[in-house]
T-cell receptor
Framework: NAGVTQTPKFQVLKTGQSMTLQCAQD?????MYWYRQDPGMGLRLIYY???????DKGEVPNGYNVSRLNKREFSLRLESAAPSQTSVYFC?????????????FGQGTRLTVV | AQSVTQLDSHVSVSEGTPVLLRCNYS??????LFWYVQHPNKGLQLLLK??????LVKGINGFEAEFKKSETSFHLTKPSAHMSDAAEYFC??????????????FGTGTRLTIIP
């Protein structure tokens, strides 16, 4: 069983280029999330989607947009990449947003912006 | 509001000795607490979770954690370290609020090194 699948695994962009990170889950989860991981800072929430048809900003949304395409898929778009967006990006899903639900994570996308 | 503090950024122990990774949390409401492990170049895997049932929680790979409300702590322990335990560990809090949901808040991580 695949769980949460992210593509691509690695990407190098030039400053100003755009790209979309794809995420799909096969667990019929309602909620999906995008995080970025930077050294010494843990994981910080970029955007989340509590349920199909809704999206909300997290801690660090600037420079990003998201689309909840359907229940399975949640994409993250960088419209004009900046070096500060060099990071490892993780997609996650959970049954819901209530307190006792844990999140399941993808393998990550390592993005470098030069 | 909620937050979590992992008290050590790096812990080194010898193989076969106990492991203690410390976590303190702050929450206005009754929290759920989680420990995740991340092996190098991998995603995050759930080790265990506390959701207001038993305060001593057992997880995978011999890890356990104890919820202590009076100390606002949720430390992760293992009696005997194995080389395969070398990884980064994240303490995570999620609390219920009047709005009905809260996002997961991550600590900054503790890197565990096992000395042969």
């Amino acid at each position: 069983n695949a769980g949460v699948t992210q593509t691509p695994k690695f990407q190098v962009l030039k400053t100003g280029q755009s790209m979309t990170l794809q995420c799909a889950q096969d667990m019929n989860h309602n909620s999906m999330y995008w995080y970025r991981q930077d050294p010494g800072m843990g994981l910080r929430l970029i955007y989340y989607s509590a349920s199909e048809g809704t999206t909300d900003k997290g801690e660090v949304p600037n420079g990003y947009n998201v689309s909840r395409l359907n229940k399975r898929e949640f994409s993250l778009r960088l419209e004009s990449a900046a070096p500060s967006q060099t990071s490892v990006y993780f997609c996650a899903s959970s049954e819901g947003v209530w307190r006792n639900t844990e999140a399941f994570f993808g393998q990550g996308t390592r993005l470098t912006v030069v | 509001a909620q937050s979590v503090t992992q008290l050590d950024s790096h812990v080194s122990v010898s193989e076969g000795t106990p492991v203690l990774l410390r976590c303190n949390y702050s929450s206005s409401y009754s929290p759920s607490l989680f420990w995740y492990v991340q092996h190098p170049n991998k995603g995050l895997q759930l080790l265990l979770k506390y959701t207001s049932a038993a305060t001593l929680v057992k997880g995978i790979n011999g890890f356990e954690a104890e919820f202590k409300k009076s100390e606002t702590s949720f430390h992760l322990t293992k009696p005997s370290a194995h080389m395969s335990d070398a990884a980064e560990y994240f303490c995570v809090v999620r609390a219920e609020s009047n709005f009905g949901n809260e996002k997961l808040t991550f600590g900054t991580g503790t890197r565990l090194t096992i000395i042969p």
